[in-house]
């Protein structure tokens, strides 16, 4: 089937068009690159071609104005809006936040040809009516400022236009309107004789009025690409239809003589499968490709690709998708080629953590004098970047960082940096100051540059640089320049703040260009990017309702309704667009496959768009030679995928000494409910000792928080050891803030808590250790003990198949109360306990389900503690100090007849549990229960 743009090099080649003066104008560059490859096939001697243009570079040429950045823009904005307000005026980094959705309404405006002095009018008297009060009350100061910054949207808007157009520059709606405004004046820049329009969809009305002038007063031909499935005569107006059918009205131009019907009457085998989440479908068409290569590689040339392209509806999947892929076939002799026209995006990229963990180092040196935040510097030492930077002494970023958290020092003065890092023959000091570039005295240009010389002296120094580190570090030395620019122009306004949330949003638009060919190779495109190209085979990913198409609201000061009323661009707009490319792309296609999320979730999973809805039931009805196939895939990708992600982990001789080395320091109880929990976190933490911790704590967190009350506690009871506690003594200890600002401070080292969180959690902490304190008076009245232990560690060793293994464990407090000279085991809980954690059916329950792990732990303590005094007579249980009110909670055993009993039963499992743990034939086996991986700290290992 002929493509449409060999139809369109054919009209250029038969209508004269290489012959005068003429201009072809499309969608797109890549159009351009595509078409003159089909006139290049076409004509084989040489000829001069017409010149080339998208239809927003054709305005920019005519009206002489260049399109200025968004950033260039949003400055432009500010310096009006601050001109406007005066010491009124907030600071650039709150006023960016604004910029973007303010400059698309105007931009919206412009192309739109509305009023903008009615439609600010009415949006401030909406903004009034809002902020007026019906019971008569003064509008508040900041109720003012509100009404007032909308009062003076329309002078920002034509002071902006003003600024712009003298400087020569302007957003691409001023531009056209710009050009709608001044036509005649500017008619010498249309130097062409003939005008022709190729696969045009969508049009502005300032768009609208400018080519309806090129029409009337030139050669000028249209070539649209349409079929009669959404454009026919008969034909109720289809959304995909709906923009060309109201181009050719308004220019008052014939409709296309001959409508094909592609959709209706040509062969196609339509796929249409549920899969599973988005790593699901980029998963399937990994293994798509992998399988029917047959499909995808010329068998008459192997290192081309059939005309195959992958389209993302969700643009979002590339990276994922970049994952998936195969980069040759089965047998690996046969290269498949790729070209990614969306580029790699650097949003999330490692220079994005790199340049956001050292703007916020930036900033916190400006804005105060304790140095650098520590969590801001373990952020930046973390970044491969910097660990690139270092070279040789990138290993020392784990000792620096390990030190730091060790310590839990908030701040970090250069004094300080310099003595961690006075390490003999290591310049990693001064290596660390080029990389920050920070002097209180410069200049944010001059910082900016001192940054910029460094990457580019690490880039030089490198050898053996992964190319796309590479790649990455050169775009973020053209962004710095482009910065540095900026700041230069910008000093008197521009902040450190506000350059992180313009690095960031270049960051966030910027790609990296990968090797490909834009001519050969699977195409991996967004829906956009497929304007006027054809491909037989089609993959779509993401068609889903609220995805393809996208149904988002737009962000917009301007309400829906003045919206409608003054013809600006309403989301429905942006439906009809998307549904038009969606159903051009598949007229000259004959292998699709629409592949939608059957997964049903907050994010757009479970619901077919509704195109595929069109094609299921209006489609199929009208073609005969559509062979249209509907299912659901699950078995398949989610085996593939539980298959990736099993881990089973053989014991290595390393993996048994290091479970022997265990054996003889010690199993713990937490030790031993982490195995339960899962097999694999014992690996993690306990075989590898594999660190979670990568932050200090900014505020005193809940682990910190029990070892104070634990420790505070000890210093309250020890006193009594081995006697009776006495009740008046203990009285004393209320409210004794000294001894726990001293806990405090050992444990949260520089930690401010005279103010904020951590005074709030000082107080919880003190008023948690006086309720503990006077339940325990009641308590002691009602019932003399004699104090036994506190704190106390406790081991014993087994011998166990001929090996001594030991046992270990501390135990919080231990009582006996003297009137029934019951032992009482008590563990402290700083959390919340209820009564059913500790009611016990079996011992077996707490060697499967941890949810058992509370009743594991008291009763492993009291099974170590239970020979020592060969006393049935014992009890073990919690008291939680978060719900006091409840007491000592005690371990309740159903079904036995004694302690001992119990016991005997829980020795017998836990040398079971032992022999699995050490049995060389057994694995390491991730749980089956995927619940437990939600809030495991190795959950980003094991990729579940």
């Given at each position: 089937?002929?493509?449409?743009l060999?139809?369109?090099?054919?009209?250029?080649?038969?209508?004269?068009?290489t012959?005068?003066?003429s201009?072809?104008?499309l969608?797109?560059?890549?159009?351009?690159?595509?078409?003159?490859?089909?006139?290049?096939?076409?004509?084989?001697?040489?000829?001069?071609l017409?010149?080339?243009?998208?239809?927003?570079?054709?305005?920019?040429?005519?009206s002489?104005?260049?399109?200025?950045?968004?950033?260039?823009?949003?400055?432009?904005?500010?310096?009006?809006?601050?001109?406007?307000?005066?010491?009124?005026a907030?600071?650039?980094?709150?006023?960016?936040?604004?910029?973007?959705?303010?400059?698309?309404?105007?931009?919206?405006?412009?192309?739109?040809?509305?009023?903008?002095?009615?439609?600010?009018?009415?949006?401030?008297?909406?903004?009034?009516?809002?902020?007026?009060?019906p019971?008569?009350r003064?509008?508040?100061?900041?109720?003012?400022?509100?009404?007032?910054?909308?009062?003076?949207?329309?002078?920002?808007?034509?002071?902006?236009?003003s600024?712009?157009?003298?400087?020569?520059?302007?957003?691409?709606?001023?531009?056209?309107?710009y050009?709608?405004?001044?036509i005649s004046?500017?008619?010498?820049?249309?130097?062409?004789?003939?005008y022709?329009?190729?696969?045009?969809?969508?049009?502005?009305?300032?768009?609208?009025?400018?080519?309806?002038?090129?029409?009337?007063?030139?050669?000028?031909?249209?070539i649209?690409?349409?079929?009669?499935?959404?454009?026919?005569?008969?034909?109720?107006?289809?959304?995909?239809?709906?923009?060309?059918?109201?181009?050719?009205?308004?220019?008052?131009i014939?409709?296309?003589?001959?409508?094909?019907?592609?959709?209706?009457?040509?062969?196609?085998?339509?796929?249409?499968?549920?899969?599973?989440?988005?790593?699901?479908?980029?998963?399937?068409?990994?293994?798509?490709?992998?399988q029917?290569?047959?499909?995808?590689i010329?068998q008459?040339?192997?290192?081309?690709?059939?005309?195959?392209?992958?389209?993302?509806?969700?643009?979002?999947?590339?990276?994922?998708?970049?994952?998936?892929?195969?980069?040759s076939?089965?047998?690996?002799?046969?290269?498949i080629?790729?070209?990614?026209?969306?580029?790699?995006?650097?949003?999330?990229?490692?220079?994005?953590?790199?340049?956001?963990?050292?703007?916020?180092?930036?900033?916190?040196?400006?804005?105060?004098?304790?140095?650098?935040?520590?969590?801001?510097?373990?952020?930046?030492?973390?970044?491969?970047?910097?660990?690139h930077?270092?070279?040789n002494?990138?290993?020392?970023?784990e000792?620096?960082?390990?030190?730091?958290?060790?310590n839990?020092?908030?701040?970090?003065?250069?004094?300080?940096?310099?003595e961690?890092?006075?390490?003999?023959?290591?310049?990693?000091?001064?290596?660390?100051?080029?990389?920050?570039?920070?002097?209180k005295?410069?200049?944010?240009?001059?910082?900016?540059?001192?940054?910029?010389?460094?990457?580019?002296?690490?880039?030089?120094?490198?050898?053996?640089?992964?190319?796309?580190?590479?790649?990455?570090?050169?775009t973020?030395?053209?962004?710095?320049?482009?910065?540095?620019?900026?700041?230069?122009?910008?000093?008197?306004?521009?902040?450190?703040?506000?350059?992180?949330?313009?690095?960031?949003?270049?960051?966030?638009?910027?790609?990296?260009?990968?090797?490909?060919?834009?001519?050969?190779?699977?195409?991996?495109?967004?829906?956009?990017e497929t304007?006027?190209?054809?491909?037989?085979?089609?993959?779509?990913?993401?068609?889903?309702?609220?995805?393809?198409?996208?149904?988002?609201?737009?962000?917009?000061?301007?309400p829906?309704?003045?919206?409608?009323?003054?013809?600006?661009?309403l989301?429905?707009?942006?439906?009809?667009?998307?549904?038009?490319h969606?159903?051009?792309?598949?007229?000259?296609?004959?292998?699709?496959?629409?592949?939608?999320?059957?997964?049903?979730?907050?994010?757009?999973?479970?619901?077919?768009?509704?195109?595929?809805?069109?094609?299921e039931?209006?489609?199929?009805?009208?073609?005969?030679?559509?062979?249209?196939?509907c299912?659901t895939?699950?078995?398949?990708?989610?085996?593939?995928?539980?298959?990736e992600?099993?881990?089973d982990?053989?014991?290595?001789?390393?993996?048994?000494?290091?479970?022997?080395?265990?054996?003889?320091?010690?199993?713990?109880?937490?030790?031993?409910?982490?195995?339960?929990?899962?097999?694999l976190?014992?690996?993690f933490?306990?075989?590898?000792?594999?660190n979670?911790?990568?932050?200090?704590?900014?505020?005193i967190?809940?682990?910190?928080?029990?070892?104070?009350?634990?420790?505070?506690?000890?210093?309250?009871?020890?006193?009594?050891?081995?006697?009776?506690?006495?009740?008046?003594?203990?009285?004393?200890?209320?409210?004794?803030?000294?001894v726990?600002?001293?806990?405090?401070?050992?444990?949260?080292?520089?930690?401010?808590?005279?103010?904020?969180?951590?005074?709030?959690i000082?107080?919880v902490?003190?008023?948690?250790i006086?309720?503990?304190?006077?339940?325990?008076i009641?308590?002691?009245?009602?019932?003399p003990?004699?104090?036994?232990?506190?704190?106390?560690?406790?081991?014993?060793?087994?011998i166990?198949?001929?090996?001594?293994?030991?046992?270990?464990?501390?135990?919080?407090?231990?009582?006996?109360?003297i009137?029934?000279?019951?032992?009482?085991?008590?563990?402290?809980?700083?959390?919340?306990?209820?009564?059913?954690?500790?009611?016990?059916?079996?011992?077996?329950?707490?060697?499967?389900?941890?949810?058992?792990?509370?009743?594991?732990?008291?009763?492993?303590?009291?099974?170590l503690?239970?020979?020592?005094?060969?006393?049935?007579?014992?009890?073990?249980?919690?008291?939680?100090?978060?719900?006091?009110?409840?007491?000592?909670?005690?371990?309740?055993?159903?079904q036995?007849?004694?302690?001992?009993e119990?016991?005997s039963?829980?020795e017998?499992?836990?040398?079971?549990?032992?022999?699995?743990?050490?049995?060389?034939?057994?694995?390491?086996?991730?749980?089956?229960?995927?619940?437990?991986?939600?809030?495991?700290?190795?959950?980003?290992?094991?990729?579940?």
């Amino acid at each position: 089937m002929k493509k449409f743009l060999k139809q369109a090099a054919e009209k250029i080649i038969n209508e004269g068009y290489t012959e005068t003066q003429s201009v072809v104008i499309l969608p797109n560059r890549r159009s351009e690159v595509f078409l003159k490859e089909e006139i290049k096939r076409l004509n084989k001697s040489n000829i001069w071609l017409p010149e080339f243009y998208p239809v927003d570079e054709f305005i920019q040429k005519v009206s002489g104005l260049k399109k200025a950045d968004n950033i260039t823009t949003s400055f432009e904005l500010y310096n009006v809006y601050a001109k406007i307000e005066g010491n009124k005026a907030k600071t650039i980094d709150d006023f960016l936040t604004w910029a973007p959705v303010i400059l698309s309404d105007f931009n919206d405006i412009d192309n739109s040809l509305a009023d903008a002095k009615e439609i600010y009018e009415q949006l401030s008297a909406i903004k009034a009516i809002q902020a007026w009060n019906p019971d008569g009350r003064p509008l508040t100061e900041l109720q003012l400022n509100y009404l007032r910054f909308f009062n003076s949207m329309y002078q920002y808007y034509t002071e902006l236009s003003s600024v712009l157009i003298s400087k020569g520059i302007g957003y691409q709606g001023l531009i056209s309107k710009y050009l709608v405004e001044n036509i005649s004046s500017l008619s010498h820049n249309l130097q062409w004789n003939n005008y022709l329009f190729v696969g045009i969809n969508a049009l502005s009305e300032a768009e609208l009025q400018i080519i309806d002038h090129v029409n009337q007063a030139y050669n000028t031909d249209f070539i649209w690409d349409v079929d009669d499935f959404y454009f026919g005569k008969t034909v109720l107006q289809h959304e995909a239809g709906k923009h060309i059918q109201h181009i050719i009205n308004r220019l008052k131009i014939p409709p296309p003589e001959k409508v094909e019907k592609r959709l209706a009457e040509t062969k196609k085998t339509i796929r249409i499968l549920g899969v599973p989440k988005s790593i699901g479908q980029v998963k399937f068409i990994g293994q798509e490709l992998s399988q029917n290569t047959h499909n995808i590689i010329n068998q008459d040339n192997k290192s081309e690709a059939l005309n195959t392209a992958i389209v993302l509806g969700n643009e979002q999947l590339v990276i994922p998708l970049l994952h998936s892929l195969p980069f040759s076939t089965l047998n690996n002799n046969t290269p498949i080629p790729y070209n990614l026209t969306l580029g790699y995006p650097l949003k999330n990229s490692q220079i994005d953590h790199f340049f956001s963990s050292w703007a916020d180092i930036i900033i916190s040196l400006n804005n105060n004098n304790k140095g650098i935040k520590t969590n801001e510097l373990i952020n930046m030492l973390n970044s491969p970047i910097v660990k690139h930077l270092l070279h040789n002494d990138s290993w020392l970023c784990e000792v620096i960082i390990k030190n730091l958290i060790t310590n839990n020092v908030s701040f970090v003065t250069f004094e300080d940096l310099k003595e961690l890092l006075s390490i003999e023959g290591s310049d990693l000091y001064q290596k660390l100051l080029k990389i920050i570039s920070y002097n209180k005295t410069n200049s944010i240009s001059t910082t900016l540059d001192g940054l910029k010389i460094t990457l580019i002296e690490g880039v030089k120094e490198t050898k053996n640089i992964n190319i796309l580190l590479h790649e990455q570090l050169q775009t973020l030395i053209k962004i710095l320049g482009k910065l540095t620019d900026l700041a230069k122009n910008n000093e008197s306004t521009l902040n450190f703040t506000a350059l992180k949330k313009v690095g960031k949003q270049l960051i966030g638009q910027s790609n990296i260009d990968l090797v490909g060919e834009p001519l050969r190779g699977i195409q991996i495109m967004g829906m956009l990017e497929t304007r006027t190209l054809d491909f037989d085979n089609i993959y779509i990913l993401s068609v889903n309702e609220g995805v393809l198409p996208k149904t988002a609201n737009i962000d917009s000061f301007i309400p829906f309704d003045i919206r409608r009323e003054n013809k600006l661009p309403l989301p429905s707009d942006n439906s009809d667009i998307y549904a038009y490319h969606f159903f051009r792309l598949l007229q000259r296609g004959t292998n699709i496959t629409l592949v939608y999320n059957s997964d049903t979730d907050k994010l757009g999973g479970g619901e077919k768009s509704r195109f595929i809805l069109q094609i299921e039931n209006e489609l199929s009805k009208i073609n005969p030679k559509l062979d249209l196939i509907c299912k659901t895939i699950s078995t398949d990708i989610s085996k593939s995928v539980n298959k990736e992600s099993a881990i089973d982990i053989v014991k290595t001789q390393e993996i048994l000494k290091r479970i022997d080395d265990i054996s003889k320091s010690g199993y713990s109880a937490s030790l031993f409910n982490s195995f339960i929990t899962c097999p694999l976190k014992f690996y993690f933490s306990q075989i590898l000792r594999l660190n979670t911790t990568t932050s200090l704590e900014q505020s005193i967190e809940a682990n910190t928080f029990g070892t104070i009350v634990h420790e505070a506690l000890e210093i309250i009871y020890k006193p009594f050891l081995g006697k009776e506690i006495d009740v008046a003594s203990v009285r004393k200890s209320l409210n004794n803030r000294k001894v726990l600002t001293l806990i405090f401070n050992k444990y949260y080292k520089n930690g401010n808590i005279s103010y904020g969180k951590n005074l709030l959690i000082f107080e919880v902490a003190n008023n948690t250790i006086n309720n503990f304190v006077n339940w325990d008076i009641k308590n002691l009245k009602k019932a003399p003990s004699i104090l036994l232990s506190a704190e106390k560690k406790i081991s014993k060793d087994i011998i166990i198949k001929g090996s001594a293994i030991k046992f270990k464990g501390v135990i919080d407090r231990v009582d006996s109360i003297i009137s029934t000279r019951t032992i009482r085991i008590i563990d402290y809980k700083t959390g919340g306990v209820e009564t059913k954690d500790l009611i016990i059916n079996n011992t077996q329950d707490l060697f499967i389900d941890p949810k058992f792990a509370k009743a594991f732990q008291v009763t492993y303590y009291a099974w170590l503690f239970n020979p020592q005094i060969k006393n049935d007579n014992i009890e073990t249980g919690i008291i939680s100090t978060r719900n006091i009110s409840r007491g000592f909670i005690p371990l309740v055993l159903k079904q036995f007849s004694s302690v001992n009993e119990y016991f005997s039963e829980f020795e017998n499992s836990i040398f079971n549990l032992i022999h699995e743990i050490s049995d060389p034939d057994i694995p390491f086996v991730q749980t089956q229960d995927i619940k437990r991986c939600t809030w495991c700290d190795y959950k980003s290992i094991c990729n579940r």
